[in-house]
């Protein structure tokens, strides 16, 4: 497998947790929701459809998986999948568990309430909770 650079913003912005066999999952390190990051691990990636075919397929499968994982975790009412990528422009795919009665609700998580950062014990215990669904 290729090693990938990420992009300066993804490497402030988030923590990594696992490697699946196509993405690095990352949480986003914002406790106003839980939100993860998905990273292919290919070189020089913008857009899903620059992926291989097969690569397509396996991201797929990786957001559907991550994204199960995170509704059973968290009680998510509703999941959002999204891949902008206006201001980072390496391929990335936003998984957020969102609920009815948080602060962005029914809108998008971008730019509503400003991001907040987990406190150190509350960052391990998120990151523990994540890796074990995700394993």
Request: contains cysteine.
């Amino acid at each position: 497998m290729t090693q990938i650079q990420l992009h300066p913003q993804l490497v402030s912005d988030t923590v990594g947790l696992v490697d699946l066999d196509l993405c690095q999952v990352l949480l986003m390190n914002d406790q106003n929701y839980p939100w993860v990051v998905m990273v292919p691990k290919r070189l020089d990636l913008r857009e899903m459809h620059d992926l291989s075919p097969g690569d397509q397929q396996m991201l797929v499968s990786e957001i559907t998986q991550v994204s199960r994982a995170m509704q059973r975790l968290f009680k998510a009412d509703k999941m959002n999948v999204a891949a902008l990528g206006n201001m980072v422009p390496q391929l990335h795919i936003h998984v957020i568990a969102r609920y009815e009665n948080d602060s962005a609700w029914p809108g998008p998580v971008w730019g509503k309430v400003p991001t907040e950062a987990y406190a150190p014990n509350e960052l391990e215990a998120m990151i523990a909770k994540l890796k074990k669904a995700l394993s």
